[in-house]
């Protein structure tokens, strides 16, 4: 890779960190807010990425959009040789401490429903590979579960991805951490699917 190629790909992931930055600011982005806080001028992220949609697409098609096995496993403990109910429920809870890593993925996926097709692609993709990860992770969905696991999954997380966004408030009015908010909802998913 020549110097120029260099510089190329260090802007570009200058450009996505400012994105993130700015969405993890709870900051609604523009291309010159990224600009301004990635040092760069305007026009490279219309050059490079067509302009804040195919910016936000790279972003949410990056390794680190969506958590990896080895960080879900971390989270987890050890789940193999649990019930389906059992690891479902650590997969949840895993899955949540993930997201409260990840603000500016909670951000992106809040904002699904203003993205145009080419962006929800992008996103798709990258939910994909979080399946793929989770199950990797957690192994396939047993059948004896009683439900989809995929559509449970994406409940889960536009759930998680709300009440992260909320500042994690309960309704007690008061505040939980990542780790407290994952205990607790996977305390309530093993409850629900009738798990002791």
Same mark, same amino acid.
Do not use: H
């Given at each position: ?18 994105? /993130?930055?700015? @969405? +993890? #600011?709870? !900051?609604?982005?523009?291309?010159? %807010?990224? &600009?301004?806080?990635?040092? =760069? ?75 145009? /097709?080419?962006? @929800? +692609? #992008?996103? !798709?993709?990258?939910?994909?590979? %979080?399946? &793929?990860?989770?199950?990797? =992770? ?59």
């Amino acid at each position: 890779m020549n110097a120029k190629d260099k510089s190329r790909e260090a802007t570009k992931r200058a450009f996505a960190a400012a994105l /993130a930055d700015e @969405l +993890a #600011a709870g !900051r609604s982005p523009t291309v010159e %807010g990224v &600009a301004a806080r990635a040092g =760069a001028n305007k026009a490279l992220v219309y050059r490079y990425f067509g302009g804040l949609p195919g910016l936000i697409a790279a972003y949410a098609a990056g390794e680190s959009f969506m958590p990896s096995a080895a960080e879900l496993l971390e989270l987890a403990g050890s789940p193999g040789g649990k019930s389906a109910r059992d690891r479902f429920a650590a997969c949840a809870a895993a899955t949540v401490s993930a997201l409260a890593r990840r603000p500016a993925t909670v951000q992106v996926l809040l904002r699904l429903p203003t993205f145009d /097709a080419e962006t @929800l +692609a #992008a996103l !798709r993709e990258g939910r994909a590979r %979080g399946i &793929a990860q989770i199950r990797e =992770a957690f192994g396939d969905p047993d059948p004896g579960l009683g439900f989809d696991a995929d559509v449970a999954f994406g409940l889960l997380i536009s759930g998680a991805c709300q009440m992260l966004a909320a500042g994690r408030s309960t309704w007690l009015g008061g505040e939980l951490s990542p780790e407290e908010l994952a205990a607790q909802l996977g305390r309530t998913i093993r409850g629900m699917l009738g798990a002791s």
